[in-house]
């Protein structure tokens, strides 16, 4: 059982919550992820770790409500448990040895590019980081991706925030501006890794992006989470989630992606529905 110390909500779609798990915190890197399951009855959900604290022994975990388990998960508050908090699994990131590097967030993906960004700024890197919206109400972290950063800009779609375009017209912007970066870090929507990932190669910039496919079991051993790589099988939870933004078939992993998306949609309304009956009980 792992006791929940800290839950902030961040918009009505995106909670934060503050593990109690000092073994996962003691070994936990930028890059890695958990698997939890509410109770017995629960799926096992991967959730990239979004911050550790080794003295306090928590990890951060920042979810978005997608589908019954992730509902079910944003319903218990501080002081309630766990039954599994496994981890950390996958490949820490491989960040040492860059001096200037733009680390791209989006949406949610910005829970995931802010540890990155972090764990860069204390190895000495000059990080720019870039971070993208829907509209200002979605718009996370804000503050903690201004500490860890040299230049931190957040674009919204509809430009309510002040920037408006996407994370690439910023990115091209900077790149055009002189800044020579020797990585891109992109994660976030697989559309958007895409296009981060064409425009990096047209300028011979290296970018690794964190794929977070389908993932049951963590171990590699379902498959489920195969993604393809310059050509090769891969597992994300084995062999990343980190991989070469220019090697990954996205158009394949957007495929895959979309198979259970209609079976999530089912998951939640039918839990709304047991909710909503044992309330009008």
């Not at 979605?138 to 309510?160: M, N, P, R, Y």
Request: aromatic content about 6%; proline content about 3%; some cysteine.
């Amino acid at each position: 059982m792992n006791r929940i110390v800290r839950k902030k909500v961040l918009n009505e779609q995106v909670v934060l919550m503050e593990i109690d798990a000092p073994r996962i915190a003691k070994k936990a890197e930028p890059g890695q992820f958990i698997i939890f399951r509410i109770d017995e009855q629960g799926e096992r959900i991967p959730l990239t770790i979004a911050d550790y604290d080794r003295e306090k022994g928590t990890v951060t975990i920042i979810f978005q409500i997608v589908g019954e388990s992730t509902m079910r998960l944003s319903e218990l508050n501080e002081g309630d448990t766990i039954l599994d908090f496994v981890g950390p699994l996958g490949v820490a990131s491989h960040l040492e040895g860059y001096k200037k590097v733009a680390v791209i967030g989006g949406g949610l993906g910005t829970a995931i590019a802010y540890p990155q960004a972090k764990k860069l700024t204390a190895l000495g890197a000059e990080v720019h980081m870039i971070t993208g919206f829907r509209n200002k109400e979605l718009i996370i972290l804000e503050e903690e991706c201004k500490k860890v950063s040299a230049k931190a800009i957040v674009a919204t779609d509809d430009g309510s925030n002040g920037t408006k375009g996407f994370v690439t017209d910023v990115l091209k912007k900077l790149i055009e501006e002189g800044n020579q970066y020797d990585l891109v870090i992109a994660i976030g929507p697989l559309v958007m890794m895409k296009f981060v990932s064409q425009l990096t190669k047209e300028y011979g910039i290296k970018t690794i992006v964190s794929m977070n496919p389908i993932m049951i079991d963590g171990t590699g051993m379902c498959g489920g989470c195969r993604v393809t790589v310059g050509g090769k099988t891969k597992f994300a939870c084995v062999d990343g989630p980190d991989f070469d933004g220019h090697e990954v078939d996205f158009d394949q992993a957007i495929l895959r992606q979309q198979t259970f998306k209609k079976y999530e949609q089912q998951a939640v309304q039918n839990h709304k529905c047991r909710l909503e009956g044992m309330a009008d009980a």
